[in-house]
């Protein structure tokens, strides 16, 4: 390179002046020396790095900050001064006292009685505390050490105060990295010969007409560097096949019915001809709301007393029931909704016939979060009455629901139990890395379901997971994937 054909911006020149007369010089002091942002010192340096002016050289250094309670003390002194203070005006005074009689935290109150005992300075009798012997002050050196943090907090501290400081939660540390400055062998030869110009980044009609452009310098562009990428706002992708899902089931018929998230244990157990003594309505299945803790019957004492019936006796179906004395009181209790068929169980109030019904449901269940299973979950209920249907046609819904929606290569369906649908089925799918794994539940409600509602004809229901759906779907490994914040994933991932 020629140097005597050097030509730089004065801004560059006066970090390139700076750092000659300064020899070796952080980034932040010579922004602070230049009286400019951090920002723009750094992108000066780079701009003298091309022209092989000035070299850096980065590394690691710890700074210390101080917390909350540290800044207090930094204000006020350490809190065994403050005490020691106090207790050089006061003959005895209660334990249980101080923090009032003195203004100190709790906490500090508690550290300052454990640094005075631990040097002799006061005895606690009784709950009184007093001086054992005459001493004005304690611990200077923390004191200062922390002045000097609080000015600089890059300031060297010793090992052994930093260790008690960080102990007494008054500091803390961090990690940053530390640029510094170097002028080069040919920064130093070139400095004097250097010709300052003025960059613009584009020229005026003016700047051309007067002949003033020659005196000027054109900012350099990289023609091959690649623009920055600013990734375009896009709906989360799962909730696109919600949508999606909603959009197919509308499209062949279905309505929407909808239900509350805090709901009765009558809607969500009794109604569907769950007992009031099972396994499902444990809290450690389910998560209960403290407060209120217990919600309303529904108005139709008819529909209330029917089911009790029905739980009791198995009338007017011909069944056993369950054997055992009903509890209003049992059935009146808030939870959250661990499953979406409390939203059918609503539906069958009143249900039209023929009739066909979905939901998409959020459901909570206190479940150990893997894979497949979250605590927080969303649930695709349907049900379909008519007088025609059978459980022949609930297989082909479910089937359909595996392949076109999920997109699901090979399904299994296998017997299962559920109290409020006989027969029942399950239904699961292969999931390219997992396995088969379970979509969800079906069946056809018992008549000890339907009956309380005055249906005869027979009502079909599932609860498919649409969690797992969309896992099959996208060759998902991890359930908790679909909530994630990792947004590679959020911009890649097809949305169709």
């Not at 999606?244 to 062949?252: F, H, P």
């Not at 909704?337 to 039209?352: C, E, F, H, K, M």
């Not at 090979?410 to 890395?433: G, M, N, Q, W």
Request: hydrophobic share 40%; aromatic share 8%.
């Amino acid at each position: 390179m020629n140097n005597d054909s050097i030509s730089i911006t004065k801004e560059m020149y006066q970090l390139l002046e700076a750092v000659s007369k300064h020899k070796s010089k952080t980034l932040d002091e010579l922004a602070e020396i230049l009286q400019i942002p951090r920002a723009k010192t750094e992108l000066l340096m780079f701009q003298l790095m091309r022209e092989n002016l000035v070299s850096r050289l980065t590394s690691l250094m710890t700074l210390i900050d101080l917390t909350e309670e540290g800044m207090r003390i930094v204000e006020a002194g350490l809190p065994e001064n403050e005490l020691l203070k106090f207790l050089l005006r006061t003959e005895n005074v209660a334990l249980t006292t101080i923090a009032e009689l003195t203004g100190l935290p709790k906490q500090a109150v508690n550290a300052a009685i454990g640094q005075l005992r631990k040097e002799g300075i006061i005895a606690i009798e009784k709950g009184q505390v007093s001086l054992a012997k005459t001493v004005e002050r304690i611990n200077e050196k923390l004191e200062s050490a922390l002045q000097t943090i609080a000015r600089d907090p890059s300031t060297e501290t010793p090992e052994k105060i930093l260790s008690l400081l960080l102990r007494r939660k008054l500091v803390e540390t961090k990690e940053r990295q530390k640029t510094i400055v170097e002028i080069t062998p040919l920064g130093l030869e070139a400095l004097p010969k250097i010709n300052i110009v003025q960059t613009v980044s584009k020229l005026t009609p003016d700047q051309i007409r007067t002949g003033e452009w020659r005196s000027l310098q054109l900012k350099s562009y990289k023609i091959a560097a690649q623009p920055k990428h600013i990734p375009i706002g896009r709906k989360h992708p799962y909730l696109l096949f919600l949508h999606e899902v909603k959009e197919k089931l509308l499209g062949l018929g279905f309505s929407e019915m909808r239900g509350p998230i805090v709901e009765t244990e009558f809607w969500n157990f009794d109604a569907l001809y769950a007992a009031q003594d099972h396994p499902a309505r444990e809290p450690t299945d389910i998560y209960s709301i403290k407060d209120p803790s217990q919600g309303r019957l529904p108005k139709d004492k008819k529909l209330v007393e029917a089911v009790k019936t029905v739980h009791e006796t198995g009338e007017p179906v011909g069944s056993r029931g369950w054997r055992y004395k009903w509890s209003p009181k049992k059935a009146s209790l808030l939870l959250l909704r661990p499953q979406g068929t409390s939203v059918s169980a609503r539906t069958l109030y009143n249900l039209d016939i023929p009739s066909k019904y979905f939901s998409i449901a959020r459901c909570y269940r206190p479940d150990s979060v893997d894979v497949t299973h979250l605590s927080e979950f969303n649930q695709l209920e349907g049900i379909v009455c008519d007088p025609s249907i059978t459980f022949r046609d609930l297989l082909g819904i479910l089937k359909t629901f595996a392949v076109e929606v999920a997109d699901a290569t090979e399904v299994k369906f296998r017997p299962d139990y559920y109290p409020f649908t006989s027969p029942s089925v399950e239904l699961s799918a292969l999931h390219p890395e997992l396995g088969y794994i379970e979509f969800g539940g079906a069946g056809i409600f018992r008549p000890e379901v339907t009956a309380p509602f005055g249906i005869k004809d027979p009502v079909i229901a599932w609860g498919i997971g649409t969690d797992r759906l969309y896992m099959v779907k996208r060759g998902i490994n991890d359930i908790r994937e679909l909530f994630t914040q990792k947004l590679e994933w959020l911009r890649t991932v097809p949305v169709i």
